[in-house]
């Protein structure tokens, strides 16, 4: 089951992964349908993908509430769990941890590293000893009760946390993809993020860091996100990634 929040934040390079390996996708498209009320049972797997509103505008976004109840559902069930962004933020507050506005926004590309913790982990003993990845976030989470932080980030230390051996977090954008990136940085509203007197120069930047950053950030979302769907069951043919028969 995969939670969207508008149409530009799609599942980006999961999504043919998620494919070759025969899943189906039943998406729950919070945009369209604010009052979804998902039930996770019988499903093998819960991606929560980024938006644009925050924890703390549960008032005007009260499907907020209903993701956090589904993720709670969810761990119970032992079910396989990846939030990328606002998904990373709605599974640390479903745990009880603080999501607040970070010091300073990341937008563009920034240095990460796996810990000594990511080293030893399936998905993140990969990454070199420094890689750059894609980000775009004003809002940060502290660490929820008995997660293991797997990814620091130089600007900001919390980028990735797992909990248990199936919950994965991700504050950064490993799912995005050239033509991803470059439609959100010709989006309205992210060029108003970006500064308008400021946006243009901005864009450039980001995007010749793009072009530079983007042939091994491909090869890191093949290798990580291959590594998380191992936590699912294999496809046969009465079991998919959609719903049990």
């Not at 995969?2 to 189906?24: A, I, N």
């Not at 369209?32 to 005007?60: C, F, T, V």
């Not at 000594?116 to 399936?122: A, M, R, Y």
């Amino acid at each position: 089951m995969v939670f969207q929040h508008v149409p530009y934040e799609p599942l980006g390079t999961l999504d043919p992964l998620v494919r070759s390996q025969r899943h189906r996708i039943r998406y729950i498209n919070f945009g369209r349908n604010p009052d979804a009320k998902p039930d996770i049972d019988g499903y093998d797997a819960l991606i929560i993908l980024g938006g644009p509103m925050n924890i703390g505008q549960e008032n005007d976004y009260p499907h907020l509430i209903t993701e956090k109840d589904v993720i709670k559902q969810a761990m119970k069930l032992d079910i396989p769990i990846l939030g990328i962004c606002l998904g990373a933020q709605l599974i640390a507050s479903s745990l009880g941890a603080k999501v607040t506005k970070a010091a300073k926004k990341e937008i563009g590309w920034y240095n990460m590293a796996a810990t000594n913790e990511g080293k030893k982990d399936p998905l993140m003993s990969v990454f070199h000893p420094q890689e750059k990845i894609f980000q775009w976030h004003e809002y940060t989470f502290s660490l929820p009760k008995d997660s293991k932080l797997i990814v620091k980030g130089e600007q900001l230390a919390n980028q990735a946390f797992r909990v248990n051996k199936n919950v994965y977090a991700f504050q950064f954008h490993l799912e995005a993809s050239l033509a991803l990136v470059k439609r959100w940085l010709e989006l309205p509203q992210h060029l108003q993020e970006l500064g308008l007197d400021k946006a243009k120069e901005r864009v450039e930047t980001i995007w010749e860091q793009t072009l530079e950053n983007m042939p091994r950030s491909l090869i890191l979302s093949e290798q990580v996100f291959s590594q998380f769907l191992k936590l699912l069951p294999k496809v046969k043919e009465t079991h998919t990634f959609s719903h049990k028969h």
